[in-house]
């Protein structure tokens, strides 16, 4: 086990450094569950001086193990010639990551999306609409007993128990966040760090609740959230939400963020796990949506016939999710897409099919090449 | 008449310079038909050295001539006191600012609409829902009489004909995009600087069609849509919605903008002709909603009853702003904030009742702070 020191998080005393202030480049690659996250993946943006991490949700938590055990065999080689975190408070063979968990809901009752899934049952092979925790305890279980430097949540807050069993083992707590009421929760319960998820992101919503009767008051965008999160706590915020390009990353920064977030810029990437039809999907200039159709929960993904034809799925997650996997999978296999979940965050079209470490590099130059523009030739007089 | 070379726009060189590179700060007001803006508001963002919008929208062209005349006026007085730009080109008495016109569309058939103002009808008293053109011909013949710095556009793109009057008379075109399609519309009839409107705008959407079966595929954000322009296109963009302090500001200023324009932030300033419901209904933490059920074009605004008891309002604009006019001064008189449309963007709780003039200082002096601030604790290091 790690000692708490090490990772110099886990605190409220707001002096207190938080590792994205020990990364060469405040850069984060975003889970995304179901695919495109892989080992490779996080240890190259490590790797480049930014901090990668590995998505749970979907997972076993042996699989999980697995995957953590890759990503510090892998880092110990790219640090050799990367660039590696300069890391006071961490030893040696530290290696700056995170894990992502999702957070369990409750069971949704039968009735509620029974008509759907007979609705798809009359034209799609169908999975089991279980419900189940995500093998949560089990994994929550395994990272107090091989800590990683963060572990972060999304679709709800860990306990204030839970989230002090990972303080007292030295990891830092970052909870995604879609509001500023959510984030005043996530802060009571002891989170280090706060994820301002905005509308314009792909994959699913990260709210701590997935509410049908919200939807019209739409989600607030990365710009929107981080200006109300900045006035409203004082916490790093790491700002997730339509970044594509270096100017992207300026522009949070320059907002207050504590670190940008990237994760459909990094689909493309040769180390991401993202198939080959999804890979090609994201370079057309089709427009996201925000839908409920594959997965029971609202997450934005390219508009397709699936989409199109399902408005008003219900609210039901993981069981809508268990339910769709079979036709999921085959449409896969046929590489139709019209019936595949293409999440991607709404610019997508300026993803680019370079090696992550390559693109952390880019996008770090890029970012500071347009704030220093930005200062100098627009508020230079003040 | 002004020479055409005495606001150094209107040229498609892209070489030449625009009117926000000689601003002491690249800070614009956003135009706010229906009562906030004024004369006293426009005259005082330009007097602290941004840019003042007259809203055209609603006005009749001999009211627009009085406010125009107004502005000068006020500017003169502001002018000897506050911080005026300092401008090459312009001549001594030039006063900075902007005048937004709403481009007419096309009549909504009557039976589009029909059944909506029957429904409402049962309830509220209507007036004539009416199609015309907001006086456009008359207003654009003025302007190219008496010419101002600046035209902006909203609700779709002047004519090649009619941006070469403007640029003939010296005046710089702007436009209001969503999209990139609308940008290159844009640049190809002659539009020097284009007005990026993002999803968390208050007000009235600028696209240049509203179109109910786009309303899935949901509007890009701010942030997406500066990263998706400055990509596509190489002519200043001017980043509007949700930008709320001056980190806001710097933030779209980092992220590629050229300058910042803010709406719902100036509403509480003691300038603007905000109504006192509207003035305090900002000031709590209601959500914003996008919504056709006032207008007949999709706007956002506080969430209230009459919103959310018309969700499936129909598009068809002016026809319904004018229907509704006799229901919404009804409420506004008998101080019922329920009936009447509260249009604010999603930070509009961020809004502070301060001279507009020492907001846009505030703004200038954060966003210079944040924007180093991020410099240097950053991505110094790159």
């Given amino acids: 086990m790690r000692p708490r020191s090490q990772y110099q998080g886990g605190s409220?005393?707001?002096?207190?450094?938080?590792?994205?202030?020990?990364?060469?480049?405040?850069?984060?690659?975003?889970?995304?569950?179901?695919g495109p996250s892989t080992p490779e993946l996080a240890a190259a943006v490590s790797g480049a001086g930014g901090l990668g991490f590995l998505a749970a949700g979907y997972l076993?938590?042996?699989?999980?193990?697995?995957r953590i055990a890759a990503i510090r065999q892998l880092f110990a080689g790219t640090s050799t010639t990367g660039s590696p975190a300069k890391s006071p408070g961490r030893s040696a063979d530290g290696v700056p990551f995170g894990v992502n968990l999702f957070v369990p809901g409750a069971p949704t009752p039968g009735p509620r999306f029974a008509h759907y899934l007979a609705e798809l049952g009359r034209e799609f092979p169908l999975g089991d609409a279980k419900f189940d925790t995500d093998?949560?305890?089990?994994?929550?279980?395994?990272?107090i007993a091989d800590p990683v430097p963060v572990v972060s949540f999304t679709f709800g807050c860990p306990s204030s128990a839970?989230?002090?069993?990972?303080?007292?083992?030295?990891?830092?707590v970052w909870v995604t966040v879609t509001s500023v009421a959510e984030a005043h929760t996530s802060l009571d319960a002891g989170a280090d760090v706060l994820i301002a998820q905005g509308a314009e992101a792909g994959g699913h919503r990260g709210a701590f609740a997935d509410s049908p009767e919200d939807d019209a008051t739409d989600p607030l965008t990365t710009l929107a959230l981080l200006q109300l999160l900045t006035a409203a706590v004082d916490r790093p915020v790491v700002a997730a939400g339509g970044i594509a390009t270096g100017a992207g990353v300026a522009g949070v920064l320059a907002a207050g963020a504590a670190a940008a977030q990237l994760g459909t810029a990094f689909l493309r990437c040769p180390e991401a796990g993202t198939a080959p039809m999804h890979r090609q999907a994201v370079t057309e200039a089709t427009p996201t949506m925000l839908t409920r159709a594959f997965s029971g929960r609202r997450a934005r993904g390219l508009r397709n016939k699936f989409i199109l034809d399902h408005p008003d799925a219900p609210s039901a997650y993981p069981e809508i999710h268990y339910a769709t996997g079979p036709l999921r999978a085959?449409?896969?296999?046929?590489?139709?897409?019209d019936e595949v979940n293409l999440w991607a965050g709404q610019t997508h079209s300026l993803a680019t099919a370079i090696p992550a470490a390559e693109l952390v590099d880019r996008l770090s130059q890029e970012a500071k090449a347009t704030i220093e523009k930005a200062l100098s030739h627009r508020i230079h007089s003040y």
Same sequence: chains 1, 2.
């Fill in 330 to 337: 085959a449409a896969r296999s046929a590489g139709n897409p």
């Fill in 135 to 143: 093998d949560w305890d089990a994994k929550l279980d395994d990272l």
């Fill in 60 to 66: 076993t938590a042996g699989v999980v193990r697995e």
């Fill in 162 to 172: 839970e989230v002090a069993r990972l303080h007292a083992v030295g990891s830092e």
């Fill in 12 to 34: 409220h005393d707001k002096t207190d450094k938080v590792i994205i202030d020990e990364l060469r480049t405040p850069i984060v690659l975003a889970p995304m569950a179901g």
